[in-house]
C-alpha cells in the first residue's frame, strides 16, 4: 500500500507571507494526488486535484495554488497568506480502478 | 452539488455500548459512498465503503455501514464501542467518475466513557 509524507506536521505563519507546504508519495507510480483543507468546524473541502505531472484542478477560487513538479510530489503554495487560510491540510493520493484513497499526517497551519 | 451531513458533532457513549454515527447524503444518481476516521494528529484512514451491491458493509475495526436508497442515508454501526474508537468520523460522498473527488461531511466527534 502506499504511504503519504506530508511536512510540516505544525506551521505559524504571519499574515502575508508565503506557504509552501509538500507532500510525497511512496508506493505507487502515477497516482490521483489531492489537497483537502479542513477549517476549524468545518468538514474537509477539496482545494485541488492532479491527475498527472503537471496537471492540477482547481476546485474552488482562493489564494492557494498547487503543482506537481514530479510524479509523487504534490506542492501546496501561497505568496501572500491571510487570516482565512488557517486550518489542518491534507493531501492524498488515490489508487486503483475504484480509487481508494490514501491520506498524509496533515499539516495544521496556523494564520496569525 | 453534492452536500453530506453528519446531523451529530459530538456523541458519547459508554464503553461496550452500541454506536451508530448518522450520515444523509444528497445526489441525483447513485453516489460512492464512504466512512474515514480520524484520530488526534493522524490523517484519515478509511474504515468501509459502498459501491454497489449488498447494501450492508463490513469494514475494519469491527465496523459496518448500511446504505439506504430510499433515506439517503449510510449510517455507521459498531455493536460494542471500545475507548481506542474515540475520534471523529466522516461521512463522504464521491461522484461516479474514475477518480475519486469526495465531498466531506462536517464530522461527528466520538466519545467514549470508560
Known amino acids: 500500500s502506499q504511504t503519504i509524507h506530508q511536512w510540516p506536521a505544525t506551521l505559524v505563519q504571519p499574515v502575508g507571507s508565503p506557504l509552501s507546504l509538500e507532500c510525497t508519495v511512496e508506493?505507487?507510480?502515477?497516482?490521483?494526488l489531492y489537497w483537502y483543507r479542513q477549517a476549524a468546524g468545518r468538514g474537509l473541502q477539496l482545494l485541488f486535484y492532479?491527475?498527472?505531472?503537471?496537471?492540477i484542478s482547481s476546485e474552488v477560487p482562493q489564494n492557494l495554488s498547487a503543482s506537481r513538479p514530479q510524479d509523487r510530489q504534490f506542492i501546496l503554495s501561497s505568496k501572500k497568506l491571510l487570516l482565512s487560510d488557517s486550518g489542518f491540510y491534507l493531501c492524498?493520493?488515490?489508487?486503483?480502478?475504484?480509487?481508494?484513497?490514501?491520506f498524509g499526517s496533515g499539516t495544521q497551519l496556523s494564520v496569525l | 452539488a453534492q452536500s453530506v451531513t453528519q446531523p451529530d458533532i459530538h456523541i458519547t457513549v459508554s464503553e461496550g455500548a452500541s454506536l451508530e454515527l448518522r450520515c444523509n447524503y444528497s445526489?441525483?444518481?447513485?453516489?460512492?459512498l464512504f466512512w474515514y476516521v480520524q484520530s488526534p494528529g493522524q490523517g484519515l484512514q478509511l474504515l468501509l465503503k459502498?459501491?454497489?451491491?449488498?447494501?450492508l458493509v463490513q469494514g475494519i475495526k469491527g465496523f459496518e455501514a448500511e446504505f439506504k436508497r430510499s433515506q439517503s442515508s449510510f449510517n455507521l454501526r459498531k455493536p460494542s464501542v471500545h475507548c481506542s474508537d474515540a475520534a471523529e468520523y466522516f461521512c463522504?460522498?464521491?461522484?461516479?467518475?474514475?477518480?475519486?473527488?469526495?465531498?466531506f461531511g462536517t464530522g461527528t466527534r466520538l466519545l467514549v466513557s470508560p
Open positions: 492524498a493520493s488515490g489508487e486503483g480502478e475504484h480509487e481508494k484513497l490514501f
Open positions: 508506493g505507487t507510480s502515477n497516482p490521483n
Open positions: 492532479s491527475v498527472g505531472i503537471g496537471q
Open positions: 445526489y441525483g444518481a447513485t453516489p460512492y
Open positions: 459502498y459501491f454497489s451491491g449488498d447494501t
Open positions: 463522504a460522498v464521491a461522484m461516479n467518475t474514475g477518480f475519486q473527488k469526495l465531498v
